[in-house]
Nanobody, 124 residues
């Protein structure tokens, strides 16, 4: 059984930074595909970033390239999303997702387990 708990969201001005954390409660984090997604009001959930099992490979949505960085610490069972240069259009609930036994994917339906989400609000 897997539980994901996100934290780090909040209100920030445009151009500011936040770091989201997602703690994976379970025994198999090092073999779990991990990703970040977001959902803004009235919009569909969309892919933000994913990272390979060893943390070396990272993949991003075009709209966050150069601004966001995903990383994972397998010793701490935690995946991070460092967000710099935030824009008002980044305002959304950000979700952490996992699939034990997976590798990585941009597809939201690839993942089996989801956190409760953390709100990120960027003011102009």
């Amino acid at each position: 059984q897997v539980q994901l708990v996100e934290s780090g969201g909040g209100l920030v001005q445009a151009g500011g930074s936040l770091r989201l954390s997602c703690v994976f409660f379970g025994r198999t984090f090092s073999s779990a595909a991990m990703g970040w997604f977001r959902q803004a009001p009235g919009k569909e959930r969309e892919f933000v970033a994913t990272v390979t099992l060893n943390g070396v490979g990272t993949y991003y949505a075009d709209f966050v390239k150069g601004r966001f960085t995903i990383s994972r610490d397998n010793a701490k069972n935690t995946v991070y999303l460092q967000m710099n240069g935030l824009k008002p259009e980044d305002t959304a609930v950000y979700y952490c997702a996992a699939r034990v036994g997976g590798t990585f994917s941009r597809r939201w339906d690839y993942y089996n387990d989801w956190g409760q989400g953390t709100q990120v609000t960027v003011s102009s």
